[in-house]
């Protein structure tokens, strides 16, 4: 594919990440993202985390064991006395194969 001669369609992709302790307890982060609508982009915020803990709140991939998806609700990930927890889980089409950083 002639990929210099290809047409180009540029689209601008807006994230705010905002970090914040919560007062009423302390060491207890809230990480708020905020991503302007782009229309025809879908986006997908994608967390890596640990084999050793627990999922829980998240439905797995079809046919790919380590994938799993926050479809809907809230969802936590917890190794020992520490947990995450995130959502609420919006689902629209599962790609996977997306390119970048292989995680391995």
Do not use: C, H, N, Q
């Given at each position: 594919m002639d990929f210099p001669s290809r047409a180009r369609d540029e689209k601008r992709l807006t994230t705010r990440i905002t970090?914040?302790?919560?007062a009423d307890a302390?060491?207890?982060f809230e990480l708020d993202f905020a991503i302007d609508e782009t229309p025809g982009i879908a986006v997908t915020i994608e967390l890596c985390f640990r084999?050793?803990?627990?999922?829980?709140?998240?439905e797995p991939h079809a046919?790919?064991?380590?994938t799993f998806f926050?479809?809907?609700g809230t969802a936590r990930?917890?190794?020992g006395a520490d947990t995450i927890?995130?959502?609420?889980?919006?689902?629209?089409?599962a790609r996977?194969?997306?390119?970048?950083v292989d995680y391995t």
């Open positions: 970090v914040r302790e919560l302390p060491g207890t084999p050793d803990g627990t999922l829980t709140g998240v046919t790919e064991p380590a926050a479809k809907s990930y917890t190794v927890e995130f959502g609420p889980g919006s689902f629209g089409p996977i194969a997306m390119a970048g």
